[in-house]
């Protein structure tokens, strides 16, 4: 097995649409852990050090590691250990899910807490049910994300996604954009995202589609203890209404966090209300050693006036 890492410097991306980004340099690391070396993780490894159980970012099919920088910037503001990454090429579930082993524990991280948006949290929940025997994910934050495949109607043609040249594989994700009226946030979101899009190449985005549409769904039974928020939107997204509620009865028991807005993107353009359920979720863990926080930046009790002045602000509503 190889082992190998670079770093450059890296920037926020220079547009975000409309808005001016705040100027902030992150180091971009790349890191191979298997044999073949053209299997290279991209990722921001941001916080304290000494936080041993830290939030990963898993990025949807259209998504880079840096489709999360609001939560880099805001977390790690507030003494959280963030990590948001881009996969290497995989072609299947198992492969990914070795291969996030690998990372892991190159990373030295025993046990993780998982935000997946789309297809990120399908993978979560896989690799979650890969590691169910030697458990290595804590906690899921499911953001617009599903169970099952087969709610695309694309397991018949995911085998042949490789074959597809790259316009036609970005006009397939393209298709699930929202192409009606949005308001400016959720337009600047698109076009990041879009932007975000052209970026990868024909071979990254052909795997993601394949791994979003081959035929695949979660086993409740082996993550069952995992707690788990699930997060969505009530307006126009991706995500069927009826894989919403797929997601409803496979987890009964998992908190919710519905945002009245926020389209297939609500970490970009609704991410105050986003980190602030993923503070919430990680609140449960706070004062153990699975603790995503460094204790002596954030306290319990501001956090509980945050989670308070939500419930205020979803009563107005």
Not at 185 to 213: H, K, P, Y
Not at 256 to 272: D, E, Q
Not at 276 to 297: C, E, N, R, W
Request: proline share 5%; glycine share 6%; with cysteine.
């Amino acid at each position: 097995m190889t082992l190998q890492m670079a770093s450059s410097t890296h920037t926020q991306p220079e547009v975000w649409g409309r808005n001016k980004m705040p100027y902030t340099e992150f180091i971009l690391l790349m890191i191979i852990v298997d044999d073949d070396d053209s299997k290279i993780w991209s990722l921001y490894d941001a916080g304290p050090r000494n936080i041993r159980c830290p939030l990963i970012f898993l990025p949807p099919v259209s998504g880079t590691a840096d489709v999360f920088f609001r939560q880099i910037l805001a977390l790690t503001g507030w003494g959280y250990r963030v990590i948001a990454l881009q996969y290497p090429v995989y072609w299947d579930h198992l492969e990914f899910c070795d291969g996030f082993r690998k990372l892991l524990d190159h990373l030295q991280l025993d046990k993780v807490h998982l935000f997946g948006a789309s297809l990120g949290g399908f993978l979560a929940q896989k690799f979650a049910e890969y590691t169910h025997k030697s458990p290595r994910v804590h906690s899921l934050i499911l953001c617009n994300s599903f169970s099952d495949t087969s709610i695309f109607n694309q397991t018949w043609t995911a085998n042949s996604f490789w074959l597809m040249p790259s316009f036609m594989l970005k006009k397939i994700v393209l298709g699930n954009f929202s192409s009606g009226p949005v308001d400016p946030m959720m337009a600047d979101a698109i076009d990041f995202m879009v932007d975000r899009l052209e970026s990868l190449g024909q071979s990254e985005l052909a795997s993601r589609l394949t791994l979003n549409c081959q035929n695949s769904y979660v086993e409740p039974h082996k993550i069952r203890d995992i707690p788990v928020t699930i997060m969505d939107v009530f307006d126009q997204s991706a995500l069927s209404t009826e894989a919403k509620e797929e997601m409803y009865k496979l987890y009964p028991n998992a908190r919710r966090a519905h945002l009245k807005t926020g389209g297939n993107f609500p970490y970009l353009c609704r991410s105050a209300e986003v980190n602030l359920y993923v503070q919430i979720h990680l609140l449960q863990f706070h004062g153990t050693k699975y603790a995503a926080i460094d204790p002596s930046m954030v306290s319990a009790e501001e956090l509980e006036v945050q989670k308070g002045s939500l419930s205020i602000g979803q009563e107005e509503q």
